[in-house]
């Protein structure tokens, strides 16, 4: 081709246009592209309705490495792109979340622990996430793992985040807030069961629940459900699994196929139709302090997860 290098816009990929060769674009061309596409996703991909009121995420499952942490910056980058504003609070002291979100999380940072466990008000620990407009982040720093023990001494120690996300000025309905307002709050549980994820459980509204599409996939899952039980039971009855996400499904296997099915005849409609296809451009997009939204806005998982929090944003429509 002469003197130009094929650029597919994200118009090319909503009707479907096939991908050119990647071998022939250099780095630096490649990278122009992805920056034109996400800068073009989010203005091609037309907004949501925001919902009347904030609706606050957990995203758990105590099972490690099943895609918590990629579901909620992807969902939360996506959402954004549709339109609404996102606080993502990093509560896992891995802190994976704030690197993908591409913000500080070194020792000193205002974070989570400070919110958590010296009842610092939340909105002066939120930073602003360069990834998408509309998207803020509390990240997490390695202090958040002493917090698990330090937390057990401290009064009302199981509702201290509800406490501080209620508490920040900008959570709430419609009508008192107007429009600024949050209309996302997603919390990146650790894999454990321990006093983060039940100050978790306790401080949200509505939990997604990740699921990977392998063979012990619903091993330990009662364990999650019957904790979910316990805190609507005691301390949190408005919680809803509403959100069932099956993760890294290969189409190509029987058995993945087989763990969707089985997923949904125990979910029912709480199981999200779009399913995250197990992708290399997912799993980068960490590396480059990215979601895979912005990474590459074109690739199956950006489109997957983008068809994701259209799902979530249309069930939140409902009365
Ligand atoms: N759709 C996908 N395709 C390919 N790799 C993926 C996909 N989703 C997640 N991964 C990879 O799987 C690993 C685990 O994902 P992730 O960190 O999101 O899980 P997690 O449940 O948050 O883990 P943890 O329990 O440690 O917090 C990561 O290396 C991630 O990059
Ligand atoms: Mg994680």
Known sequence: MSGGYPVRTAEDIAVGAPDFDHDH???????????????????????????????????????????????????AAALAQLGQRVLVIDLDPQGNASTALGVEHRRGVPSTYDALVDGVPLAEVVSVSPEVDGLCVVPATIDLAGAEIELVSVVARESRLRKAILGHPQVGSAEELGDDRFDYV?????????????????????????????????????????????????????????????????????????????????????????????????????????TVMTYDPGSPGALSYLEAAREIATKGARP
Do not use: W
């Not at 309705?49 to 910056?73: E, L």
């Not at 919390?187 to 978790?200: E, R, Y």
């Not at 997923?263 to 139709?273: A, Y």
């Open 186 to 290: 997603l919390i990146d549980c650790p894999p454990s069961l321990g006093l983060l994820t039940l100050n978790a459980l306790v401080a949200g509204n509505e939990m997604m629940i990740p699921i990977q599409a392998e063979y012990y996939a619903l091993e330990g899952l009662g364990q999650l459900l019957e904790t979910v039980e316990m805190v609507r039971a005691h301390l949190n009855p408005a919680l809803d699994v509403s959100t069932i996400l099956v993760t890294m499904y290969d189409a190509r296997t029987r058995l993945a196929a087989g763990v969707a099915e089985e997923v949904r005849e125990h979910f029912g409609d709480q199981v999200l139709n779009t399913t995250i296809p197990r992708s290399v451009r997912v799993s980068e997009a960490p590396s480059y302090g990215q």
């Open 25 to 75: 674009a250099t780095p630096l061309a490649r990278a122009a592209e992805h920056v034109v596409l996400a800068r073009q996703g989010a203005r091609l991909r037309p907004a949501m309705p925001r919902p009347p009121a904030t609706r606050v995420f957990v995203v758990a499952n105590q099972k490690g490495g099943v895609g918590k942490t990629t579901s909620t910056v992807n969902v």
